[in-house]
């Protein structure tokens, strides 16, 4: 997988990025100005300090938040929509999709009405995770590539 640079992101990339030395990954919906929408599961992480930048605090739910935050140290990655199923089978699992994209301000919108109306559910490793979140906001499916894995 290739990183991505900051400056090269638009507004309704679903990116990624690596966890847990890349046993899994993080998925989200960038919005501009380094802003991502995404859900996040359980943190053990409740007690830090609010983000300067953004004023997050690690919680469940779905959350704006800073590129920063969102990363946290790690890799950045732009998660790809409409490849040919030989490079589904041959890519890690959890970085791309063989489906259609919706129209840009379609994904950003969808994302917000999520965010808004809190309306996804709540946060599930195994059957509405980050991914999930992502993909819908991309598609309106719902679907998580890397639960094959796990499941």
């Known amino acids: 997988m290739k990183t991505v640079r900051i ?14 030395s890349r046993l899994y990954f993080h998925h989200g919906i960038y919005v501009g100005d380094q802003m ?3 859900l996040m599961g ?6 830090l ?3 300067e930048r953004c004023g997050f605090t ?3 739910g779905i959350f704006k938040t800073c590129l920063d935050c969102f990363l946290n140290v790690y890799s950045l990655y732009r998660y790809e929509y409409d490849v040919s199923y030989l490079k589904l089978v041959f ?3 959890g970085s791309c999709s063989i489906w259609d994209c919706r129209p840009a301000n379609q994904v950003v919108e969808t994302a917000y009405r999520l965010l808004k109306d809190k309306s996804f559910g709540s946060y599930n490793f195994s059957f509405n995770n ?3 979140f992502a993909v819908y906001c991309k598609t309106g499916m719902a679907m998580s590539n890397q639960r094959v894995i796990w499941v």
């Open 7 to 20: 400056d090269a992101l638009r507004p309704r990339d679903h990116i990624f990025s690596d966890k847990k």
């Open 36 to 38: 991502v929408i995404h």
């Open 42 to 47: 359980p943190s053990k992480t409740y007690n």
């Open 49 to 51: 300090k609010p983000c």
């Open 58 to 60: 690690p919680q469940a």
């Open 91 to 93: 890519k890690r699992s």
């Open 130 to 132: 980050c991914e999930d």
